[in-house]
């Protein structure tokens, strides 16, 4: 409903009807005097309370702009006879009407009605102020009004019984009806205001007269601003220990609302909230992290609870400015001193238990408070504790790269979507957000904001595995290269070609963190020879596909792979010529001869000194195609290498036939059970030649696996040399082939001794070649120049420890490729 001031207030900047002169002047009629004239007419000027839009009109034909300096109400006169004076006594009665409203309005005790109706009481202000010039007393008097009113105020608040939250009560109630009564009045007295105090720069309007004098006596007062402040403090006390909503919080967003109305509410509402929360929640900390009350993990959910209460009550108290501050000044007083006890103990708990939806919001929260740098160096800590932990468990060797794997996907799962900060948008661009349409058609989404993550636990990440693959040497490596195998061998398993690749992809990211990229390219390469050899290879087109991408992206030197592949292919090609030529009958033991003949720079593996003695019959097909071969290439030696050889046996059993597929080993010794029914392990060594560690792992894996055509006595899970051992004409299986010969495909532990011998061999070598290379060159260097070139010359093959590299300059000073300074130990020189 429209107020009374509404109705009577007209812009101060109104210049209608300011070109007319202010004194009155006789208009000349255009006849002549004498003649009869009707009488002099009045032409009215509107007073300021008139219509602005006419007297805008007016201004416009007159032609003539008020400066901008002189703007303010307008008295209008009335040109022609003057208007007669209002009688005293009009003018006392309009002057008592007025001062009766404003006392009447100002008491809170007065019950009776106004004097008047509004548009009475508005009409005698004007006549008090514009026509009877009383304005300086009426102001005056209300001033004086004002002054005894509130201070009666003060002194009632002031004794109010009621206290603490109690007190908000009559407080919030006496604001809401001076604040109803002024803006009454100013109404009532708009024409004081317009007429009367607009003319005067020093003076102030109602409504400002009014807030002031309640503001400066009332709210300010020592003991009202006190019992305000009491208030809210109890109120806060109340609802944080109770954990409940006080049953007079409804009037808390009404003191905020009158505070905000007397400009008050930083200073009497905000900064004592800011600061009752931080010394409630700093108490509150220490209370629980120091009295041991909550463990890191628990008092992180505390803080967020908590945090979440804060919001809440902030979002329905105060207003919307200052509920980010509550938030923020909730967090950083309660984790203030507990970020690195947080950082240590719960994020050691969450990793573990690989919660991420609770790192995430850890990662919030320390993000807030500027605890990321702290929070970073804790992630790098745990996470390579973490890898060291799995990397040195030498019971678990077998599992070793399942559980890196497994810890890495985690560790990546946490950088990409628990440690993101949003990306800024563009100069410019708006935030993407979900397109309104006219019609009620569904809308678009809104997508959500783009998040990129977090550098420094990126790379912190990177550097935790390699500080973790750094505690034990060589085995991540090789553990790498062995699981590969695995994978290679088992293949796809109906997987997807996209799935098996990204799995591969996996794998292979690990070896990234290792330092040893020789000692993995050494396993590698021999499980893929095996692999190759035994046909144990899922893929050959994944073998291409990985050798590609560990050429191309990891080491340059595994191009063998690709002369592995074009050695068997011309094999292939060789044993049909030779099959062509020598006319091979299908029933002979010849043609089911595959030999393969190998580059050795090509392929790991050594010459044997010794091997198995073969049945004379299968030396005899040996030898022919030996001489069919060394007709074909002069000057070429053919060395034999059995341990690799399969062989499909044909054996009968109770249960029926069944075909044996098995190493060459295996087939020999089971071929010498067709002569006797039972061999003891000394008979069988005398006739096969074997070594007693490839011997007793035949057998072993014939008499003691899970595939046992042969049985051993006595019964045991070891092979000793006193055993005998008999065909185990009651083997049953349910298949018609049956594998037994994948004993060759693993790395025995002998077998990974050597190569691990030969791995450090190689290494020596190639330090002493990198260091004279390096000699050669400078000509003179002191220990540290050289060490420091050396590492940085084998870099891409392995990370040698200082401890060797000492040991091979030494070697280099014995065998004179170097020379010492005689005066300057630490200085050597290159002896051409």
Known sequence: MTDVYSLFTFPTTSRGFSALPSQPQAFPSTKDSSRSASPPRKIARLDGASDAHSASALSSRAGVAEPADKRGPIVLRVVGPSIQPTPDGVSNEEYGLVRRTIKILLDPEEKSPLPATYDRISRACRAVVNEAGRGEGLYDFLKMELERRVSKMEEKLGGEPRKSVDWLVPFTETCEWFEKQVGLLQSLLAYLDTLYVAERGHLIGTKQLAYTMFTNTVVKSVRVTAAIMDGIADWLEWERTHKATHPLRSYLPKLVRHMRAHDLYVEIIETPYLNLTHTYYIKESNDLAEGNKLKADE?????????????????????????????????????????????????????????????????????????????????????QKEVKGIVTDVANDEEMVPRLLEFKAFADKLVATCFVDAVPSPPGTAPSQSLASSSRTPTAAASPPAVQPNRDFAYGLIDAFQAGFKSRRIKPAEMIAKHLDKAMRRGQKGKRDEDFAAELDEVLALY????????????????????????????????????????????????????????????????????????????????????????RSSWPFAARKTDILLPGWMQDDLSTFANYYKSKHQGRALDWDHALGTATLKARFKAGNKELSVSLYQAVILLLFNEEEELAYADIQEQTRLDDGELQRTLQSLACGKKRVLKKTPAGKEVNMTDTFLFNVDFTDPRHVVHINSIQSKETPEETKRTQSSIEADRKHALDAAIVRVMKGKKELTYEQLKTATIEAVKNHFVPEVSMIKKRIEGLVEQEYLRRDEEDQNRFFYVA
Do not use: C
């Open 299 to 383: 008092f992180l959910e505390h803080v967020k609870r908590r945090s979440a209460e804060e919001r809440t009550r902030a979002d329905e108290v105060l207003i919307e400015s200052s509920v980010k501050s509550v938030h923020d000044t909730t967090d950083n007083a309660l984790l203030a001193g507990r970020l690195q006890w947080l950082a240590n103990d719960a994020l050691d708990t969450l990793i573990k238990g690989r919660n991420d939806f609770q790192i995430k919001s850890m990662y919030e929260l320390f993000a807030k408070v500027g605890g990321l740098k702290v929070l970073s160096a804790a992630f790098k800590v745990h996470v």
């Open 512 to 599: 990234r963190f290792t330092d040893d990229m020789d000692v993995f390219r050494t396993f590698y390469q021999r499980a893929l020879a095996k692999r190759l050899l035994l046909g144990r290879s899922a893929s050959d087109d994944f073998e291409k596909a990985v050798l590609k991408k560990l050429r191309e992206q990891y080491d340059p030197d595994f191009g063998n792979g690709d002369k592995m592949f074009n050695d068997l292919d011309l094999s292939r090609e060789l044993m049909t010529r030779f099959y062509k030529e020598k006319k091979v009958d299908e029933s002979s033991s010849l043609h089911k001869l595959t030999a393969m003949v190998l580059q």
